[in-house]
C-alpha cells in the first residue's frame, strides 16, 4: 500500500505535559478494563452503561424516536421505545467494542469475528481492481474496519485528525492495526489514487453530512433525505468496485463481516441524484441487517432540501 501524504502521528515528549494525563489514564484505564475482562461480561457491562446513560441522554432519546418516527412512521409508539433503549444498549458496548479493536492482541480477537462472505473482494483483489468498500455508521464500526484487516481484506480509511495530540496518536494506533491504512478525510487524491492502485477504501455514505456536494433522495420513508455524493465522484474518477459491507453482532456476541456484492455494474455514476438514490437502497439494506446496531442517535434528517427552512427544523 502506498503512503499518504499526511503524515501518522507521532509520539512527542511534550506528550507527557499534565495537561495529557488525564487522556493518557482513560485510555491506559480502558485497555486494562478490556483486557482483563472476559469478552461475556464486557458485553453484559458496556450494554448495562448504555442502558444507564439513557436517564442522561434525553436529548438523545428525541432525536433517536425521531428518528424512527421518521424512517418508519409505521412502528408504534412501544415498538420504538423498545428499539430506542436497545440502541443505546448498543451504544454503550460501542465505548467497550472501540476498546477492543484498539488494545486486544490480533489472536484473541480473531475469536470475536466471523468470516460470513467476503470472497468478492478477494476476486477484486485477484484481478487487481479497487474497492470503494461502502460500509455503514454501526455502532461497532472500529470491531468491523480491524476485522477486515484481520481476515486479510483490510485497506484504507478516512478519518478526521482529533484535535489533542495524545488522543490523536491513540487514536491513529488502535486505527491501523493489522495492516489497515489511515487517510485525512480531506485528502480527496489520495483516495482516489489508491482506488486507481487497486486498493481497497473504506467509505460511509449513510449520514447527513450536510448541503455541500449532496442531494436529495429517498431514505427509508423520508423522500427528501440529505444524501452525499462522495460515492459516486470516487467510483467516476478511479473506475473503481462497489462493495456494500457490514460486521454486526449477532445473537451469541459474534460479529459477521460481510461483503458479498458487486453493485457498480448497474451503478449510475453520470447522475449524481439516480446515484445517491441507488446507493441509498443498499444502505438501507446493509442497516436492516442489524437496525438496533445503527447510529440513530445522529440526526440524519436534520438538513432540508429547502433552503430557506432552519437547519433541523424536523426535529423541533
Known sequence: ?????YAAPEFRFSMLHPRHWGVWLGFGFLALFVNIL???????IGRGVGK???????????????????AFPEMSESERARFVEENFKNTGMALIETGITWFWPTWRFKRLIIDKDTEILRQHDANGKGVLL????????????????????????AFRPHDNDVYNLIQHWG?????NILIDRKDLKQMIRVLRQGERLFYLPDHDYGRNKSVFVPFFAVPDACTTTGTSILAYTSKCAIVP????????????IIANQSI???YPQKDEKAAAAYMNQYVEQLILRAPEQWMWLHKRFKTMEDETAPKGVRYK
Request: aromatic share 8%.
Open 1 to 5: 500500500m502506498s503512503k499518504s501524504k
Open 38 to 44: 472476559p469478552y461475556a461480561l464486557l458485553l453484559k
Open 52 to 70: 444507564f446513560a439513557m436517564r442522561f441522554g434525553k436529548s438523545r432519546v428525541k432525536v433517536a424516536n425521531r428518528n424512527l418516527e421518521l
Open 134 to 157: 461502502c460500509c455503514v455508521h454501526a455502532l461497532n464500526l472500529e470491531i468491523t474496519a480491524r476485522a477486515l484487516a484481520v481476515l486479510g481484506v483490510g485497506g484504507y480509511g
Open 175 to 179: 486505527r491501523s492495526h493489522d495492516g
Open 245 to 256: 459491507g457490514s460486521g454486526f453482532r449477532n445473537e451469541d456476541g459474534k460479529y459477521e
Open 264 to 266: 457498480e455494474v448497474d
